[in-house]
């Protein structure tokens, strides 16, 4: 089973400020690797897939990177809303997994 | 715009099974995997498995022997079912169209 580390676990940043978000696979994932975002009472929300493509309608202040083991979600110019959980998931072997999810605040 | 709907008993005693459906509205279901997604109360997503239109599953080795799936494509909707639950098993269940930004809302199913 691939285990996804996500760090950090909290980060606490303020409106405009950047976030630079990880995700570390335990072997290589290629570019399976898929962002969502998830906010209290709601499902999470797809925001990049296949590594570092956006999902339509997302926001371009959210990009995704990396390849093979190592990935990063990065938020720049953060706004309130923006405050949520965000995993990481890998769709290339199976069982699929998630990361453990790192919590943003605003 | 494909639309997914969970429906079933938000309350399953200890040692039953836990039956689970999933809608599909706005799309096909074929052609695609389906998949279960649980999140226990204040935890992380975990996922229980999926299924393909020809109705093969595919399960995570922490719930196999309990899980099972279906698929109905002449209904559009797919289905869980997990045996034995205990109270570990209280989550709020997705599903989801495996690759994609489609998920239902959730239910909430508590084992008590």
Redesign the interface.
Known sequence: ?IVLTQSPATLSLSPGERATLSCRASQSVSNYL?W?Q?KPGQ????LI?DASTR??GIPARFSGSGSGADFTLTITSLEPDDSAVY?C?Q?IS????????TKVEI | QVQLQESGPGLVKPSETLSLSCIVSGGFISNYYW?W?RQPPGK????I??IYDSGTP?????LKGRVTMSIDTSKNQFSLRLSSVTTADTAVY?CAR????Y????ILVTVS
């Open positions: 089973e898929a969502y998830q499902a999470p929300r797809l897939y999902a339509t995993y998931h769709r199976w069982p699929l997994t998630f990361g453990g999810g | 998949s997604i992380g997503l975990e996922w498995g999926y595919y399960y995570s080795p922490s997705y495996e690759d994609s930004p998920w239902g809302q959730g």
